[in-house]
């Protein structure tokens, strides 16, 4: 692979660079039925300029039109794709993935709540932030929707990280005021407080979003609820994200602390946390009428497979979703989920669907990686797609990382798009990620 050249000595148009390699993104979901929702140039060109991404279309074409020493990265023989979007992840779990032999509730006691006390220190916090980020770019993803703990240094911490490598990240403090340990119990009071001033601070900086964070209702008292429904009231644009029908303990317990509510989605909607965008974590367990108030509202339901399958929490319904209309996203949930990497999330999701007998291919599964995810955070006016004006954060995947991989993507007949990117999510992993850019720079290069 040659990284940069440099052809001509006529110097290049300031911040303009080019990426030549085979292109792919999407332009629509492709289960709508819409012509070129899928949009593939094999030999492509990517050209960015400032950032941004300039102009798509064959290198053959491009080349010639662009000024003599504009630096060109070669990667052809491998594949261009928007960066990947992880809907929901728990940056201080990262060091309690893969802790054995729970379910929820007392996965969450033994390990989770252990763990997430240490983030009261600052130095810890911006230690575990920078590790994290390291991860998601190693394995392609450029922007999360983040849960910190409950100590507004852990956030301050996160997006410190995030804003000095320059990403597109989603993050704000969790709400805890119950049923928990009291190194991790904030008061409805205060914890509005503290939201409002890091709202204030972080919303809207740069590639920075906040959301507030109910960690689930049984953590959080009625009054609690109410101040985080203000909070997005009184902040537009600010996002919501929370937890939802992941396990069926935990459903019974919220039946038991909201003996007035009809159903588990009925407390969020009760204190105006069901809204549009708003993002749900799991939705594992719904019958047809949270469904349908879910898609009313225009809410996200984020899938967590490796999650629900290493805690035996059951099998996210993506048929029951799409009949009733709900958006959907894909996420690792690290770390109940057991890696980092969006190609084995999408792995999962597959096997997820076979076992409950649904359809979910590989279109599917990189769509929700990529502009799915973005339409789902609503950020699909800046990232998600190779579109014009979007910002350059995108990954090279290189269908040869490894023997079986390579052996297996040489039978795939030329231009089918379909089952390549099928044997990148059953075979691949973060060794398949040749390169992650953000807003065009080299963020993470592995050369091989």
Known sequence: MVLWSNEGIVTASAGLRAFRGDLLDFRDDPRQGVQDAVR???????????????????????????????????????????????????????????????????????????????????????FAAEFFLDELLRNGTTTAAVYPSVHPQSVQAFFSAADSRRLRMLCGKVLMDRNCPPGLRDEAESAYAESASLIERWHGRNRLLYAVTPRFAATSTERQ?????????????????????????????????????????????????????????????????????????????????????????????????????????????????????????????????????????????????????????????CIGSFAAGREADFVVLDPGATTLLARRTQQVPAGNVRELLFALMMLGDDRAVQATYILGEAAIINSR
């Open 40 to 126: 593939h140039v094999e030999d492509g060109l990517l050209v960015v300029r400032n950032g941004l991404i300039e102009c798509t279309g064959p290198a053959t074409e491009l080349l010639r039109g662009l000024p003599a020493g504009t630096p060109v990265a070669d990667f052809r023989g491998r594949l261009l794709m928007p960066g990947f979007i992880d809907a929901h992840v728990h940056y201080v779990q990262t060091d309690v993935i893969a802790s054995h032999g729970k379910q929820l509730l007392d996965w969450l006691n033994d390990y989770t709540f252990p763990a997430e006390t240490a983030f009261a220190d600052p130095g810890h916090a911006a």
């Open 225 to 381: 609820l109410e101040l985080a429904g203000r909070l997005l009231d009184e902040h537009p644009g600010v996002r919501m994200q929370t937890h939802i029908a992941e396990n069926h303990a935990e459903i019974r317990w919220i039946a038991e602390l909201f003996p007035w509510s009809s159903s588990y989605l009925d407390v969020y909607a009760r204190f105006g946390l069901l809204r549009q965008g708003a993002l749900f974590g799991h939705c594992i367990h719904f019958d047809d009428e949270d469904w349908a108030r879910f898609a009313a509202a225009g809410a996200v339901a984020v899938h967590c497979p490796t999650s629900n399958l290493f805690l035996g929490s059951g099998l996210f319904n993506v048929d029951a979703a799409r009949r009733a209309g709900a958006r959907v996203a894909l996420a690792t949930d690290v770390g109940g989920g057991t890696s980092f990497s969006m190609l084995r999330t999408m792995h999962e999701a597959y096997k997820v669907a076979q076992m409950g007998g649904h359809a979910f291919d590989s279109l599917d599964a990189f769509y929700l990686a990529t502009l799915g995810g973005a339409r789902a955070l609503g950020m699909e006016d």
